[in-house]
C-alpha cells in the first residue's frame, strides 16, 4: 500500500497579507477573519446608529433647531469615532484612523472609500466577490428563464382563447 502525499501548501498559495499605502503611511494588512468581524462589527454599530436615529423621529420632532443640529452633528462625530476606530484596527496601528481623516482634509468620504476598498480587496481574496458574482449571475439567469417561462404561457393561453 502506498501513501499519496499532498502538498497543499504548493496547491493554494494563500498570501493574504498586503503593504497598504494609505494618508502618506504605509501599513501592513492582513486580510483575514479578524479584519471581517471589525467590518461587520462596524456595519452593525452604523446600523444601530441610523436606526436610532430615525426611531427616535418622535422626540427628534419636539426638539428645537439647535437641539436637532446637536442630535445630528453628535451622531456625525459618533461615526467618525467609530470609522476611525475600525480602522486602526484593520491596519493595526492605534490613531491610523485619524492619521487618514486629518491627511485627506477631515473628509468622512475618504474614511468610507478607504473601508469599501479595504472590504473589496479582502473578498476578491478569500473566494467571496467570486461566489457573490456567481449568485448574481444565477439570479440573472433565474429572472430571465422565469420571465421567458411566463410569456410563454401567456402567449399559449392567448392562442387557445383565439381558436
Not at 503593504?19 to 452593525?44: A, H, S, W
Not at 470609522?83 to 484612523?97: F, N, P, R, S, Y
Not at 473601508?115 to 466577490?129: H, I, Q
Amino acid at each position: 500500500m502506498s501513501a499519496i502525499n499532498m502538498n497543499l501548501d504548493e496547491k493554494f498559495r494563500f498570501n493574504f497579507k498586503r503593504k497598504v499605502i494609505i494618508g502618506g503611511q504605509t501599513y501592513n494588512v492582513t486580510f483575514n477573519d479578524e479584519m471581517d468581524r471589525v467590518l461587520r462589527d462596524l456595519q452593525v454599530e452604523m446600523g444601530g446608529l441610523y436606526e436610532q436615529t430615525n426611531n427616535q423621529s418622535d422626540e427628534f420632532e419636539e426638539m428645537t433647531i439647535d437641539e436637532r443640529k446637536k442630535y445630528l452633528n453628535d451622531r456625525f462625530k459618533q461615526i467618525i469615532l467609530d470609522v476611525e476606530k475600525a480602522l486602526d484596527g484593520i491596519l493595526g496601528k492605534v490613531g491610523a484612523g485619524k492619521s487618514i481623516y486629518d491627511y485627506y482634509n477631515q473628509q468622512s468620504y475618504a474614511l468610507y472609500e478607504t473601508l469599501r476598498v479595504l472590504r473589496e480587496t479582502k473578498e476578491k481574496l478569500d473566494g467571496t466577490a467570486k461566489e457573490q458574482e456567481r449568485q448574481k449571475h444565477q439570479a440573472r439567469i433565474d429572472q430571465y428563464t422565469g420571465r421567458k417561462k411566463r410569456v410563454k404561457k401567456h402567449a399559449d393561453a392567448n392562442s387557445k382563447r383565439s381558436k
